[in-house]
C-alpha cells in the first residue's frame, strides 16, 4: 500500500470505505468461454442418456466421507436421515429440471443463409439473416 | 435500500469462508473461528473493530501483534506529526475566529499570567506519582535531567515542588524559551494553581499562533516506551497501582474513555453536538463498576471467565526499559514483539490450555482497539492540557471556571474528532494492508482453482459429446 495524506486517513476512518475496499477486492473477472463448436452439439447431445435423480444420490453419497459425513448405518444403529434427505432433495431437483426447465435459445443476426426460391426460374440468393430468432428446449 | 453496515460485515466473513472452501479441500481449517465475531454482533462504525476481526480470521492473532508493533515502531512519528498538525490548525481557527490573534496582554512574559487549579490541568493525578520513584517511568521519560528534561510532564512535576519558583520551558528541547510556569500552592482553602505565562521571546512580534506553534512543537507527545505503558494501562489498569486514586477520579477517566470510545464509534463526516456527551444512567452504573475495579489495579480480560486479573506493573517496566534502550528499528521491533509475548504471558497465566487461545487472542484485539483511546489519553496530560485551557480561557469572553475535563472535551470535539478519525485512519491503514496482502493470497488461489475447474469443465462437455462414458470422464479430468 502507498502512503496516506490525511483526507485518505480521513476517508479509511469510515466503515464504508474500508467496507467498499474490501469487497472490491473479492471481486473476479474471468474472460468469457469459447462456445462449443455447433456441429458436435448437433452430434454429441444425441449420444447422452439423460439425468437420473438415482445416479446423482449414489455418487453423492458415494462422496460424503470426503466431506466427513458418515456412510450407511449410524454407529448408534439408527437410520441415516441425511442420506434419505439427500435422495429426497436430488429427486426434486432433477424432477423440477425434467418437469419445470425452460430452455431458450436466441440466434444472433448474421447467419450466413443461402436460398433457392422464384416463379419462372430459380433464383439461388445467398445473404444473413436480419433479425433475432428464438428457439426453446427442454432438459431430459 | 443497501445492506446495513452489519450485513455488509457479515457479506465480507461470508466471501472469506466461501475462497476458504474453495482452497481447502480438506476442510482442515474451515471450522476456526465459528464462534460469532463481536464486530458482527455489534452495530459499531468503528472499522478497526470490524479489521481486528477479519484479520484475526484471515491470518491468526499473531498478525495483530505484529501490526501492533509495526505502529509503535514505525508509525508513531507520523501519528505525532498528524496530531501536531490537527491541534495547531484547530488552535489557529479557534483563536482567529473569536478573538484578535495578538497574545492577549495577560499572557505576555510582563502580565499576570493565566492560572489553572492542578486538578484540572491533572485530572489523572499523575503527578502524585514521582518520576524518579521506583515506576516513575512508566509515565515520564528523561526523569534524570529534572527541570532540564526533554519531557515537559518530568518538567511539570519538578516545578510544583518548587513552589513560588518562575521556571521556562522551551530551551530543553533546543527552542528557545517558550513558556513559563510557576506552581502556586494552596493558601488557606484554595486550591493548588498552576501559572503559565509566554516567555519574553514572545514579547514582541509574536501572535498568537506563533506561541501556540511553538509549544506544539516542543512537545513530545509518544515517547515509544511510555506509549507502550500507556496501552498496557489501557488494557490490565496497571497506573492505578503505583499512584493513588479514588473511585471518583477513576470514574472521571472513565467517563473520557467513554467519550473517546464513542468519538471512535462515529462516522469521519458525522455531525457531533454538547448532547453527544451525555451519558446513560445505565452507561454511570457500568462505569462506576469499572471504576471500582480501576482503582484496585484489576482489569477482566474476555476468555478468562470473568476472573479479574492483575498485571504486575514490574513487568510492565521491564519491557518499557527494553523498549527504551533498544536501538535501531530492527532491533525494537523484535523488543516490542517480545514484549508484548511477555505481557501475553502473564495475561494467559491464570487460564488453563483450553482457554489460553482465546485469552492471548483477545489481548492482542485488545492492543489494536485500545490504540486509539491510548493515544487520544496521552494528549489530555498535563503537558498539553494546560495548552488547550490557556487557548479557552482567550476564547472564552464570560471568563467562567474551568469545570474539568468533561467540559474540555466538549470544547474540544472538534478537535479530538479529527485527531481520532486521523489516528483511526492510520491504524486502519495498518490493518487493512494486512488483510488485503491476504484477501489478494487468497483471490489469487480461487482464481486458479475456477480457471482450473473451466478448462476441466469443458473437457467434460467436449467427452461427453464425443460419446465418453460418465465413469471414463471423471477419471480423466482427474489428471
Known sequence: MGTFDKDDLKKLAGITTVIGVIVAAFKLKFNPQVPLPPPL???GAKLRQGLSSQQITSRIISRQQEAGAPIGVL??????????????????????????AKIDVVIPPGIPVTAAGGGLGVVIVQGATTNFASGHGVIS | MGLSIQQEKSAVFGQIAAAKVLIDDTNSKINQGQEMRESLRTISKDPINFLVDLVSELVGYESLKKAFSNILVNKLNDIEDKVKYAIKLNLKSLVNCGTNPEIPTNLKYSGQGYEFKLKDVDYSNIFKLSPTSTYGGLIYSDIDAQLNSVDLNTVLYNIIQDKDVEHLWGSQ???????????????GNGPNMINIKASDNYSTNKKLTDWNNDYVDSVDL???????????????????QVIDKTVAQANVELLVDNAIDRLTNTDPNEFIDDSFFNVSNSELVLISEKARLKVLGITKLEGCYGYPQVTKPINVSNSM???????GKTEKLKTVAKSIDNMANVATGLGNEQNKYTIKLNFFTELIKTLVKTITNMILSPKLILLFLVNFKIVDSTDTSFTGVDELMKIMKSLLKEIIDQVKGIVVSELLNIAMKEIKNMQGKVVG??????VVNKQKVLLSLVGVPQDIIRLATKF
Open chain 2, 321 to 327: 526499559n527494553a523498549i527504551a534502550s533498544a536501538n
Open chain 2, 222 to 240: 509518544f515517547p515509544d516506551a511510555q506509549f507502550f505503558g500507556k496501552v498496557m494501562d489501557s488494557v490490565f489498569n496497571v497506573f492505578s
Open chain 1, 75 to 100: 454407529p448408534d444403529s439408527s437410520d441415516n436421515v441425511a442420506e434419505r434427505m439427500e435422495k429426497i432433495r436430488v429427486e426434486e431437483i432433477i424432477n423440477a429440471f425434467l418437469t419445470e
Open chain 2, 173 to 187: 528541547v533546543g527552542y528557545g524559551d517558550i513558556t513559563a510556569f510557576t506552581f502556586k500552592p494552596n493558601t
Open chain 2, 449 to 454: 482453482k475456477i480457471g482450473k475447474e473451466l
Open chain 1, 41 to 43: 452439439i448437433f452430434v
